[in-house]
């Protein structure tokens, strides 16, 4: 699924499920993120938002090293 030019938005996303959905939305076809599942090219800009500041920093900055564009939200 490319989603390319699309803001993916999610909740919950500095841990489990929500940070692993976070990731993929951002992945890219060069599968610079291993421990995600790839959805495809993806490449979504992604929101998300989290109760653990400490993990949304590192979630966000795992997704810029992807090239994706990103925003953590408290």
């Known amino acids: 699924m490319i989603l390319q030019d ?8 500095t841990s489990g ?3 692993a959905t976070a ?8 599968g610079k ?6 959805f495809g ?4 800009k992604v929101v ?3 109760r653990r500041d ?4 590192k979630t966000a900055q795992l997704i ?5 564009e990103c925003l953590y939200v408290h």
Request: proline residues 0%.
């Open 54 to 57: 400490a993990e949304g920093e």
């Open 64 to 68: 810029r090293e992807t090239g994706a």
């Open 41 to 44: 090219a993806a490449g979504a």
């Open 17 to 19: 499920i929500g940070r």
């Open 6 to 13: 699309k803001v993916a938005l999610v909740t919950g996303g």
């Open 48 to 50: 998300f938002s989290g």
């Open 33 to 38: 993120l291993n421990e995600v599942i790839a």
């Open 23 to 30: 990731l993929a939305f951002a992945q890219r076809s060069e």
